[in-house]
């Protein structure tokens, strides 16, 4: 087999397997995905099953983490990439941590479901905020899989709206626990779901910048607004 062959050979297996690796983030972003509707599900009907087999499932969603961080370790020590084919392995190790962390986030939602069985009208005032959630992460792994930095600076700007929201929910929530100081130990627990899922819509803004940043070669993490909205009309 002659150099060019060996080049060529080395460089399709290098490609199986950075798409095999892509293939496996995408699943485990369905596992999560899956996970924080059935949550959502699960706070509107108030089924303890459901939530307790989310609480379950997580220990798939921390099992992805692990291959897929293992994986990443192989293709780093043997290929060595460079340029392009590095972000995207960057990318992705810090995708997939965020997702692990999506995953906690749902498990802790699936726990107040389990906890606060009694006091379903506290509960159901989250399944809003959590549609906007589950709306965001789906169209972030979109952009994910067809690699659009267009499509990740829109999902971006949504975490503005879900921060409003959670906002609203946390002086409602508030408003309540002095009106009935009874109710106390429940909306405390409402109030960390509720920020579980404000944390949730944090994790897939950053999902957002990972594409963007593999996409553009530029790090838009912590950057304004506006420094982010010149970076993509000039790059």
């Not at 130990?185 to 803004?205: C, H, K, N, S, Y």
């Amino acid at each position: 087999m002659d150099k060019h062959n060996v080049q060529g050979h080395i460089s399709g297996q290098f490609n199986a397997e950075l798409e095999h690796i892509r293939n496996q983030v995408l699943a485990m972003g369905g596992l999560v995905e899956q996970q924080l509707n059935d949550a959502i599900n699960a706070i509107h009907h108030l089924d303890m099953t459901l939530a307790a087999q989310i609480i379950k499932n997580d220990q798939q969603v921390n099992a992805y983490e692990v291959a897929i961080d293992q994986e990443i370790i192989r293709i780093i020590a043997r290929r060595q990439p460079a340029a392009s084919d590095l972000r995207l392995v960057f990318a992705i190790s810090k995708m997939v941590a965020d997702l692990e962390r999506i995953g906690d986030s749902t498990k802790k939602l699936a726990q107040v479901v389990l906890e606060n069985i009694d006091h379903q009208p506290l509960l159901i005032s989250l399944e809003n905020l959590g549609r906007q959630c589950s709306s965001m992460l789906n169209e972030a792994l979109d952009a994910f899989a067809r690699m659009d930095a267009e499509q990740a600076f829109k999902i971006h700007r949504q975490d503005e709206k879900i921060d409003r929201q959670y906002e609203c929910i946390i002086r409602q929530l508030m408003t309540f626990m002095m009106a009935d100081p009874r109710s106390i130990p429940a909306v405390i627990d409402v109030m960390w779901a509720a920020r579980a899922l404000e944390r949730i819509g944090d994790r897939t803004q950053n999902i957002s910048e990972y594409v963007i940043y593999f996409v553009r070669g530029e790090d838009v993490r912590h950057l304004k607004p506006q420094q982010l909205l010149e970076i993509m009309e000039n790059s």
